[in-house]
């Protein structure tokens, strides 16, 4: 049982989603932007972002769903996603990929906690500005959802199965839109 | 100097928006319906939550626009929101914000801080499921706002004044369409 009287039946974020429509909408038009819009980041890629960064906040909910859609996007198992998440040094991910989870690694525990190293390390690993902000923001969001999903003591199947087998539709579907009912 | 090159001479998150105005633009439409919408808070009450979330996670810049825009709605001085800030049980407010600000308080630490105590707590001293629901996004929401603000090590003028003087037309100019170069 959610702490507020939450539309029955929606696992995670979906109950607030309908619950408030009007703060809904604009959480998903950002989800859109940050995590479906062109990008030279892959979906997949910023997917990850989102995935470690629910893992390392312990949001069973995110961290499966977002984990089930990086794992879609990359075609690769849950394995390797387990991997990144934590193991991430022994991923077979490129090295410019590890230098911007460490970032939003740093960005969970607290904004002061990036320093010039890890920016510069990005930097001459090939990230652009564009990229370091929207790791940054990517990694700072899902501080936001994780602590909405969680803090408002919503329920989440147990199985990875049922992410998994949302993957599919549910990139295809995107945030912009999105119905919490479906 | 911040950690990328981003429009010169905007400080806090105003820099960081200017520089990316597509995800600026679902950032302040929320904070304008959780911050600045018709609500059963009020608007000095939501910046409140606000101001306490960023004091807590040490983000200057945010706590102090924030807590000037709080001040100016409630019509207090500072000192009202030095003592939200920092004793919050000795600040003039009512119980039920009292109770609010104890689950924002969890929020920042972390969604699964929240307790059912907590809740009982604040629905016995009048607390609507809607004022839970904004108050957990609101102070969630600020988790993500205050490490956009410095997980991209932006700079913020020193001196109170400046916050202070601009809240008068902030407040009135309010969060959607807003202008980072204004």
Chains 1, 2 share one sequence.
């Not at 979906?14 to 950002?30: E, S, Y």
């Not at 893992?55 to 996603?81: P, R, S, T, V, W």
């Not at 999903?149 to 989440?156: N, R």
Request: charged residues 25%; aromatic residues 10%; contains cysteine.
């Amino acid at each position: 049982m959610a702490y507020i009287n939450l539309p029955e039946g929606l696992p995670g974020i979906r109950g607030p989603m309908a619950f408030r429509p009007d703060t809904a909408k604009h959480l998903n038009d950002l989800a859109e932007v940050l995590l479906r819009a062109d990008n030279t980041l892959t979906r997949g890629e910023r997917e990850l972002i989102a995935t470690y960064v629910s893992y390392l906040n312990d949001c069973f909910f995110c961290q499966n769903a977002h984990g089930a859609l990086a794992q879609h996007y990359l075609e690769c198992n849950m394995k390797f996603i387990d991997t990144v998440k934590e193991n991430t040094n022994d991923a077979l991910i490129s090295p410019k990929m590890k230098a911007l989870l460490s970032i939003a690694e740093s960005v969970q525990k607290g904004g002061k906690q990036v320093t010039p190293l890890q920016i510069e390390t990005a930097k001459l690993l090939g990230a652009t500005d564009m990229e370091i902000h929207d790791t940054v923001l990517i990694a700072a969001a899902f501080c936001m959802f994780n602590r909405y999903v969680d803090g408002l003591g919503t329920w989440a199947p147990k199985e990875r199965e049922f992410y998994i087998n949302r993957a599919k539709s549910r990139a295809e579907e995107g945030y912009a839109n999105y119905n919490p009912y479906h």
